[in-house]
């Protein structure tokens, strides 16, 4: 090569091939244009783009994005393997530019000047189909090996059941996939039975979207694939069974037209049947509860916002059994015990540290010792000994060894329960003081009170020196005073009513303020039982008082899933803490879209390939079959990985702050935001690219909505395909594996040793696992509303959501039989939610189809599908008065017959509602191996797989 011809730099290549790839809607489009821009000046390529972005006519020389793409320009080896050695020579020189590139971009990311994702072509389909089917055939070979190697992670149920509660029995044979016969003919009666209403109504949720996608997509193969076939339009791949191969105007668009209609009307027949159902499965839970459940809370009502005269327990009895009288069984207020909390906790880690003290001996034969203050790990409930256990004197005096300091050496059994003694003497004492204090309430002045009094006081003085101000004819408030002092006296008018009047919005408010920044003993919640079901009704219907601030009731919920941490926080106190997340949350949405658009937009090898360390991936690029992979499987993972991270964050924003009280609540916060992060990650950063774009277009001119939603998400067919096929093919079998359950006792297993750990920690790895409807209701969602979008515009998406569906109800009906074990019941509260948000969904695929039959120059079409929207919207509102508000409490009516069909009186108990650090006896420690749980593993699981040892005990 000659000091004249120009060099051929790998970088600037790439740069401008991320350029051009950056405004391209289709990832493998991006190598014909850019091959055709190569020897174009920079600042004729960016003028070119400027006028692309603002004038619509423009006709920048491009692919139709539904013909098919012409193959990536091929390089000759050698020629490319000298570029490189020129290349990584001047290595230095282009990581600065990649970096300055690299900030640029990232600037336009900020800015909104992305481009979502881009679509999947059909042979970049197929690969990625490949490999996910070879990944479902490793990953259901692993689970039917570790299913048999491990059996206590895929038959967890049965370690907490009785046998006659363990309903499926899946028959032990060397052939692979032998519990599908069994799993696949469990009625729904088992179903309900193991599960519980909260599972059974989930997997009745899974069966409603199978029915829906599998009807709609079979009519929709049959009735909308010839007529998109023969549209004429000279679409192909994904777009011939498509309306983009529909000619504008043409007469075919009514028929997608009509399918919408026929579509909403299937989907709320189908559930308004399932509501049905629903209703009456609800009002035998209200009225029987579960079979676990303590009958007491059917009986029981959590009050709210208790005036501070009424906090004890037998002030708060006295006002039910005026209003109700002898109908009052207990009552209990709630209090703010963090001091017994902290003892209760330290006591609690004294009888597990006597406990793991006691498993050392049973398991060396003989005492341990340890340093007084020595750090310990905890890793999923499993405490290890002392970090360090070298050093240290032996304390021999009996006063040392009954106070040691720390760095003395103890024996440990000895000194832990020396300690437990001690504690349980402490928490004894203090349970006596909290107890009296709650049963007879503070006698102190309230707060409010005595700020009542000094707003009274202060009032009176500022009315005595304004009268003084005023003529004795008087009757206006400008002209009724002293002209010569006319205008103090109307500053002191305006200053003392300004004053006085955020001075009583702070009296109205001053027990919200002391209950959570004083602190107060006595909470503003309480728990009253009764003694009949028809009161109970009578007074969760009725307002007990005429200001609505105060004595708010609802159905208490199951003692199971009371956070008891949070529940003597003020309720307007947690409202308002919502209110703030929602507000970040809110914002968070803004910015994750840009962190998935961002993601998304480098998730090809193209962009991978400007990448220190991975400019491999651009010798690799030759290869048609390595970049159809990447382009074609890598943005989908990468868009499930990142929206998986969402409930963790979510989850601990409801609980640590906004103090939710109850396990319930905190799932259905869950399904709510990941729901609609989901819509956000669709419908703006998958499609639309930045949410800052979006927004402002929309802000500025409304009616752009339709044209947003019409122009990219139709063009986006092959990358949902592809996602689809991903988490049939490879999520599902996921969750079958139970990764992170195995991956926790593998790591268990290898990092402690079965006869050193104590029964509390066996119990413990063998935990049991609920459902969480708050995790997996939005995953269902998400390809429901996938499947909506496209359902008249692109009907082939839909078998695949009925596969996934179908598979879906297979392996969760599996865990809820063999896996699952409810630690508490709500009686499917979460289904009405869910069904409300399959409806939002609907009405989003409505408004992405007006959109692009009017980008399909339609004008009819859009008009008849507009009141589509509306009549969706109508039925949510009818749907939660019809079904929604009555399932949410018992009529009057049939509480009163239940009443009356009672033969037999329930024995309550005044502690259930108690919190449990109140209730708790002395403890005690744990036998090294004798409970309830380990006769039950010992039993109901034989010893087979290498994980057991010769007498059947599990090594973990």
């Given at each position: 090569?000659?000091?004249?011809?120009?060099?051929?730099?790998?970088?600037?290549?790439?740069?401008?091939?991320?350029?051009?790839?950056?405004?391209?809607?289709?990832?493998?489009?991006?190598?014909?244009?850019?091959?055709?821009?190569?020897?174009?000046?920079?600042?004729?390529?960016?003028?070119?783009?400027?006028?692309?972005?603002?004038?619509?006519?423009?006709?920048?020389?491009?692919?139709?994005?539904?013909?098919?793409?012409?193959?990536?320009?091929?390089?000759?080896?050698?020629?490319?393997?000298?570029?490189?050695?020129?290349?990584?020579?001047?290595?230095?020189?282009?990581?600065?530019?990649?970096?300055?590139?690299?900030?640029?971009?990232?600037?336009?990311?900020?800015?909104?000047?992305?481009?979502?994702?881009?679509?999947?072509?059909?042979?970049?389909?197929?690969?990625?189909?490949?490999?996910?089917?070879?990944?479902?055939?490793?990953?259901?070979?692993?689970?039917?090996?570790?299913?048999?190697?491990?059996?206590?992670?895929?038959?967890?149920?049965?370690?907490?059941?009785?046998?006659?509660?363990?309903?499926?029995?899946?028959?032990?044979?060397?052939?692979?996939?032998?519990?599908?016969?069994?799993?696949?003919?469990?009625?729904?009666?088992?179903?309900?039975?193991?599960?519980?209403?909260?599972?059974?109504?989930?997997?009745?949720?899974?069966?409603?979207?199978?029915?829906?996608?599998?009807?709609?997509?079979?009519?929709?193969?049959?009735?909308?694939?010839p007529v998109f076939a023969t549209g004429g339009d000279g679409a192909s791949g994904w777009y011939h069974f498509s309306m983009a191969n529909v000619r504008r105007g043409s007469w075919r668009i009514w028929v997608p037209t009509l399918f919408m209609w026929f579509l909403t009307f299937f989907v709320l027949y189908v559930m308004n049947e399932e509501y049905r159902h629903y209703l009456d499965l609800r009002m035998q839970y209200l009225s029987e509860g579960d079979v676990d459940m303590n009958p007491q809370t059917q009986h029981s009502l959590m009050v709210e916002n208790i005036p501070f005269d009424l906090r004890s327990d037998k002030a708060l009895f006295q006002y039910f059994d005026t209003l109700y009288p002898g109908k009052i069984h207990s009552a209990s207020i709630v209090l703010n015990i963090p001091d017994l909390e902290k003892v209760a906790a330290k006591r609690k880690r004294a009888v597990k540290r006597l406990e793991k003290s006691i498993a050392y001996y049973e398991a060396k034969g003989k005492r341990g010792t340890h340093v007084v203050g020595r750090k310990r790990c905890r890793c999923f409930g499993v405490e290890t000994f002392p970090l360090i256990g070298f050093g240290g004197k032996m304390t021999r005096d009996e006063d040392e060894i009954r106070s040691p300091q720390r760095g003395n050496r103890v024996d440990s059994i000895n000194y832990y329960r020396n300690q437990l003694t001690d504690l349980n003497e402490a928490v004894e004492y203090m349970q006596r003081e909290k107890r009296t204090l709650v049963e007879e309430g503070n006698d102190r002045i309230r707060a409010s009170v005595w700020i009542s009094s000094v707003f009274d006081l202060a009032s009176d003085v500022a009315a005595k020196s304004l009268a003084r101000n005023r003529k004795k004819e008087s009757t206006g408030l400008i002209v009724g005073f002293d002209k010569k002092k006319k205008s103090s006296s109307l500053f002191k008018q305006i200053f003392f009513d300004f004053f006085f009047g955020i001075f009583a919005f702070l009296n109205r408010n001053i027990d919200v303020v002391v209950d959570t920044v004083s602190g107060s003993t006595l909470s503003s919640t309480g728990f009253v039982t009764f003694n009949d079901m028809a009161s109970v009704v009578a007074a969760a219907k009725s307002p007990l008082s005429h200001d609505p601030d105060v004595l708010t009731v609802s159905i208490a919920p199951d003692p199971r899933e009371i956070i008891w941490e949070n529940a003597h926080l003020n309720i307007y106190y947690c409202r308002g803490r919502e209110w703030t997340a929602n507000i970040i949350i809110g914002f968070g949405a803004i910015l994750w879209s840009t962190v998935v658009a961002s993601i998304q937009a480098w998730a090809t090898v193209d962009r991978l390939a400007t990448v220190p360390g991975l400019y491999w991936m651009e010798i690799m690029n030759i290869s048609p079959t390595f970049t159809s992979f990447v382009n074609g499987y890598l943005p989908v993972v990468a868009l499930l990985g990142i929206i998986s991270l969402l409930p963790l964050i979510f989850q601990k924003v409801a609980q640590n702050f906004e103090n939710r009280k109850t396990k319930s609540d905190i799932q259905h916060s869950i399904m709510g935001r990941y729901f609609y992060y989901q819509l956000a990650n669709i419908y703006v950063t998958v499609t639309a690219g930045s949410i800052w774009t979006s927004l402002g277009t929309i802000l500025d001119h409304p009616g752009s909505i339709f044209e947003i939603m019409g122009k990219s998400i139709p063009h986006l067919v092959g990358f949902f395909v592809t996602l689809l096929v991903t988490k049939t093919l490879a999520g599902l079998p996921i969750i079958q594996l139970r990764l992170g359950s195995l991956l926790r006792q593998t790591f268990l297993r290898v990092l402690f040793r079965q006869k050193f750990m104590t029964q509390r920690e066996l119990d413990e790895v063998y935990r049991r696992e609920p459902l969480l409807g708050g995790w997996e209701y939005p995953n269902i969602l998400f390809v429901v509303v996938i499947c909506f979008t496209y359902a008249c515009i692109s009907p082939i998406i839909l078998p695949f959501g009925a596969i996934f569906f179908l598979g879906a109800l297979i392996v969760y009906k599996k865990d809820i039989l063999l896996v699952y074990t409810p630690a508490h019941e709500s009686g499917g509260t979460m289904f009405p939610s869910a069904c409300t948000r399959v409806l939002i969904g609907l009405i989003c695929g409505q408004v992405t189809l007006i959109g692009y039959t009017i980008l399909q120059s339609s004008f009819y079409q859009p008009l008849v599908l507009l009141p589509l929207p509306f009549i969706t919207y109508f039925m949510i509102n009818e749907f939660g008065r019809i079904y929604q508000s009555p399932s949410e409490i018992l009529s009057l009516e049939r509480a009163t017959q239940i009443d009356q069909k009672s033969m037999v009186k329930i024995r309550f108990d005044e502690d259930l509602y108690r919190q449990p650090v109140m209730a708790e006896q002395r403890l005690e420690p744990l036998p090294y191996r004798v409970s309830l749980d380990s006769l039950s593993m010992s039993s109901s699981i034989s010893p087979v797989g290498v994980l057991h040892t010769d007498v059947g005990n599990k090594i973990v």
């Open positions: 090569m000659s000091a004249d011809e120009p060099k051929f730099d790998l970088l600037e290549y790439s740069v401008l091939h991320v350029d051009e790839v950056f405004e391209s809607d289709l990832a493998h489009h991006a190598y014909s244009s850019t091959h055709r821009n190569l020897q174009q000046p920079e600042e004729s390529f960016q003028e070119q783009q400027q006028q692309q972005q603002f004038d619509p006519n423009f006709a920048a020389p491009q692919q139709n994005y539904y013909t098919e793409q012409q193959p990536p320009p091929q390089v000759d080896p050698y020629t490319l393997q000298n570029q490189q050695q020129q290349y990584y020579g001047q290595q230095t020189t282009n990581t600065e530019q990649f970096y300055n590139s690299f900030m640029d971009k990232f600037n336009g990311f900020a800015g909104g000047e992305i481009n979502g994702a881009t679509d999947v072509n059909v042979s970049d389909a197929m690969t990625s189909f490949g490999f996910n089917a070879t990944l479902f055939l490793v990953l259901l070979a692993a689970y039917e090996f570790m299913s048999r190697l491990i059996p206590s992670v895929y038959s967890r149920r049965k370690l907490h059941v009785s046998d006659d509660r363990f309903a499926i029995n899946i028959p032990r044979s060397a052939m692979p996939f032998s519990w599908v016969p069994s799993v696949v003919r469990a009625s729904w009666s088992t179903v309900q039975k193991c599960g519980g209403l909260d599972a059974y109504f989930f997997l009745r949720f899974v069966k409603m979207c199978f029915k829906i996608t599998a009807v709609s997509g079979l009519w929709g193969m049959i009735i909308l694939g």
